[in-house]
């Protein structure tokens, strides 16, 4: 076997992928190893990947053929890929597209295949056989075209991806256009080109090919501006779900302010209005609310869902679906159930907690476009930051009581340790005269610190006219400091906010350390850096999670300089890398511009 010392990768049998942090070739074997494999563990030295069918098909969704994918393991690989490696991986691309959604002669819509035999087994399976209508010859299925998207679903899971070339809806049609410059400001803008590419490989010339799928780029990369320009070359009638209100209120200034769109032309579909107009935005905790039921009460299915009814209420040509990495269970329901309307997925990681990446890929659709976020940084498209963990070792009474904790009260007990405080005051004071956000997880610690560092509050239960308006005051640069909870982890447009610093999180979650880092990823004014830190419990659960968290801007291409609060008797906090731990930490390096 031949041996390459100076390539990073090891390839294993298993699919795992082993890749040399202190490597010359790390980050060029890094960006090609992001476009078909998952990241899965990022300590200070060697980061594992894995090569899964469904990362293997978003690849080939984005058009990355077997022979590239082999090309790339070869090119950075100390080995030779093992051949069941490399037979794995030119199944699994090959299983991408086998059989087809499409209409014939007829109109109607039906599953074909080249392979006969493979049809033959589909028709046999128990997954597909509720949504299979007949068969009209050895390579076509007459399929039911209310349950498109429920067949969908079982190819994925039993192993063969469908594409869709089934073809759309057309939609009410709207005269929409991006204007030239800002309403508001005066400002010219224009399509920036990795915004044009995605719009353009989303709308597919306006073939079946094109018209479903998701759009990953970075917080701050313009993803509303993308979202427009696929309405504007459309030209129709969009139904857009967001993950609050806010983002939703933003949605339509957006629209009002770069698009010909006038104020009756676009309404708010919330907990506080119901308009419907050619442009409706929602939310996705709205289509998801439940009438509660009296007790005795029958259930009766179609009520469940009472704002599902606005799927039908226009003729939507499309369907925008913001941050969908965060659509929640029951839309997913519904989504299966619109397969004819165009869908597009915005979202700047399809990482999901619940693990329904498959679900993202057969209703919404596959990965269409991707970015790396170095990349746009580098091209000053979004803020050059760099990462931070502070580490905090826990007094000797918090140790004692964390030792004796039950597991489920350890992580809170970690998160919201009031050691934090200190580090929290010296960074702020560091940051005096940035504009700084202190996010957190647990309501109780956020009231104590906001009481602290004398800065405004905002939860989950601020009024939104209250939100708003402190949003508008840290636009404006009347506000240098805020304390928000998780609700302010989507969709808050505070382009000269340059400080993120977080307290605590939502256990390990990668999605949420995502969005954190994209609060502060918007081009400052004055080029500015960006500083994300998170302050960590050494030798705690709070550890374990943050390093779980780091792991999607791992893959990024951001590594976290960690250092540790220098304790001693008369305490005066400061920030100071240990001595001897630098080989042992994560320290970022900025790209060459």
């Known amino acids: 076997m031949p041996y390459s010392p100076n390539n990073p990768l090891i390839v294993q049998s298993d699919r795992s992928v082993l890749l040399e942090v202190q490597n010359d070739r790390y980050e060029a074997a890094r960006d090609a190893l992001a476009r078909f494999a ?49 037979f794995d991986i030119r199944e699994s691309i090959g299983r991408y597209g086998r059989v087809r959604l499409e209409k014939n002669e007829d109109g109607l819509l039906i599953l074909t295949s080249a392979d ?38 079982a190819l994925v899971h039993v ?14 049609p ?32 306006g073939s079946a090919r094109g018209g479903s799928g998701v759009i990953v780029l970075p917080c701050g990369a313009g993803k509303t501006l993308v979202g427009m320009a696929a309405i504007q070359k459309l030209q129709c009638n969009t139904l857009i779900l967001t993950p609050s209100t806010v983002a939703a209120r933003q949605w339509i200034r957006e629209l009002l302010d770069k698009t010909t769109i006038t104020e009756d032309m676009v309404g708010e579909y919330t907990g506080l209005t119901k308009e419907i107009k050619p442009i409706t935005v929602t939310t996705y905790q709205i289509m998801t609310w439940r009438p509660r039921r009296k007790h005795g009460e029958e259930f009766v299915p179609e009520n469940e869902y ?16 913001d941050e969908v990495h965060l659509l929640p269970a029951p839309v997913f329901r519904i989504t299966a159930e619109i397969q004819a309307r165009r869908r597009l997925g915005l979202t700047a990681t399809l990482v999901r907690e619940d693990n329904r990446e498959e679900d993202v890929f057969s209703l919404v659709g596959p990965k269409k476009y991707d970015v790396p976020w170095k990349d746009l940084e580098a091209q000053g498209w979004i803020a ?48 005096r005269n940035d504009q700084v956000l202190v996010i957190g997880q647990y309501i109780e610690q956020l009231e104590r610190v906001a009481e602290v560092v004398e800065a405004p509050l905002i939860t989950g239960s601020t009024p939104v006219r209250e939100r708003e308006r402190l949003f508008q005051l840290m636009r404006d640069g009347e506000l240098s400091r805020l304390v928000v909870s998780k609700v302010a982890n989507f969709a808050v ?30 081009p400052k004014k004055n080029g500015m850096l960006a500083h994300f830190y998170t302050l960590v419990t050494k030798d705690t659960n709070d550890q374990e999670f943050a390093a779980n968290r780091q792991l999607f801007l791992t893959e990024q291409g951001y590594r976290y300089e960690i250092l540790y609060a220098h304790e001693v008797p008369d305490y005066q906090p400061n920030l100071v890398a240990t001595p001897g731990d630098h080989a042992g930490s994560r320290r970022y390096e900025r790209p060459h511009a």
Not at 181 to 200: C, I
Request: charged letters at 25%; hydrophobic letters at 40%.
């Open 38 to 86: 998952e990241l899965q563990k990022s300590p200070e030295f060697i980061h594992t990947y894995r090569i899964t069918p469904l990362s293997l098909w978003n690849a080939a969704a984005a058009g990355l053929s077997a022979d590239q994918i082999l090309a790339d393991l070869s090119e950075y690989a100390k080995f030779d890929v093992p051949e069941n490696v490399i």
């Open 116 to 153: 006969v035999a493979l049809l033959t087994e589909l028709t046999r399976r128990k997954e597909l056989k509720p949504y299979l209508l007949g068969q009209l010859d050895a390579n076509t299925l007459l399929v039911d075209p209310a349950r498109r998207g429920h067949i969908k679903q």
């Open 159 to 172: 192993g063969y991806p469908a594409e869709d070339v089934a073809g759309y809806v057309e939609g009410a």
């Open 174 to 205: 709207l005269e929409i256009s991006l204007l030239p410059a800002s309403r508001a400001s005066g400002d010219a803008f224009a399509l920036r080109h990795y915004q044009q590419d995605a719009v353009d490989t989303f709308y597919a010339g």
């Open 306 to 321: 009472p704002h599902f009814g606005l799927f039908d209420q226009r003729d939507w040509g499309l369907i925008i679906y």
């Open 384 to 431: 050059t930051a760099e990462c931070h963990e502070i580490r905090i070792s826990l007094p000797d009474d918090e140790r004692m009581a964390y030792a004796l904790a039950e597991d489920r009260d350890k992580y809170r007990m970690a998160a919201t340790s009031m050691s934090k405080i200190a580090p929290l005051v010296q960074l702020l004071s560091k940051h």
């Open 493 to 522: 447009d505070l382009p000269e906010v340059n400080v993120a610093i977080q307290l605590s999180g939502s256990y390990g979650s990668r999605q949420e350390e995502a969005q954190r880092l994209g609060r502060i990823l918007r």
